[in-house]
C-alpha cells in the first residue's frame, strides 16, 4: 500500500539528509486527486488526503447585522437571491496503517463516508435555505469548513480526521483541523 510504502521509505529518507536539513515531510501523489503524506513529529502517522467536489449556492448573511451592514460587509456575496459556487473540499484523515490491510481507511470506506455524509448532503443545494446545517449559521467559506469537519468526524474511525479544506474559489479557500 502507499501507506507502507511511505513507512519504509521514511527512516531511509530521514537518516540520508543532512543534520541541518531533517526531514519534516514525505508526501506521495497518488493522483492530483489523492495523496498520502508522514511527518517527523509522527513518523508512524501516515495522513491520507482526497479531494472531492460540491456544487452549491449561498448568500452570506448574518441575521444579527442590518441590511445595509449586511451588504457592507459581504457585499455581491450579500445578494438576496444567493450565489453558487464549485467547491473543492480536500479532506485529510490520519492513523496507524492497519496490520493486515496497510490502509489507514480503506479508500472506498473513505470515499463513500465522504460521499454520504457530505457530498450528497450540500452537492446541489442551496446552503442556507436547503440544509439544517446553515440554517442558522452564515455559509462562509469558514464555516462551510466547520460543518464538514463535524459531519465527517464520527465516521472516519479507526483514522481521525486531520483536517478539512475547503476551496470557495482558487484563491479563496479556509481551512478547518478541529477544536
Request: aromatic letters at 6%; charged letters at 20%; a negative charge.
Amino acid at each position: 500500500s502507499a501507506e507502507r510504502l511511505l513507512l519504509d521509505i521514511w527512516p531511509t529518507m530521514a537518516a540520508a539528509v543532512p543534520a541541518h536539513a531533517p526531514l519534516v515531510r514525505l508526501e506521495l501523489l497518488a493522483t492530483p486527486h489523492l495523496r498520502f503524506a508522514i511527518m517527523r513529529e509522527e513518523p508512524t502517522v501516515v495522513q491520507l488526503t482526497q479531494q472531492f467536489e460540491f456544487s452549491a449556492a449561498h448568500r452570506l448573511h448574518c441575521a444579527g447585522l442590518s441590511d445595509e451592514e449586511n451588504r457592507r460587509t459581504f457585499g455581491k456575496c450579500n445578494n438576496p437571491n444567493g450565489h453558487g459556487h464549485n467547491y473543492l473540499v480536500e479532506v485529510t484523515v490520519a492513523g496507524v496503517p492497519d496490520e493486515k490491510t496497510g490502509a489507514v481507511l480503506p479508500l472506498p470506506r473513505f470515499e463513500e463516508t465522504v460521499k454520504s455524509h457530505v457530498i450528497d448532503v450540500l452537492d446541489h443545494k442551496h446552503l442556507n435555505d436547503d440544509t439544517e446545517q446553515f440554517r442558522n449559521v452564515n455559509p462562509s467559506v469558514e464555516n462551510i469548513a466547520r460543518v464538514i469537519w463535524h459531519m465527517l468526524a464520527p465516521h472516519v474511525a479507526p483514522a481521525r480526521l486531520h483536517c478539512v479544506r475547503v476551496f470557495e474559489t482558487p484563491k479563496t479557500w479556509a481551512e478547518f483541523a478541529g477544536g
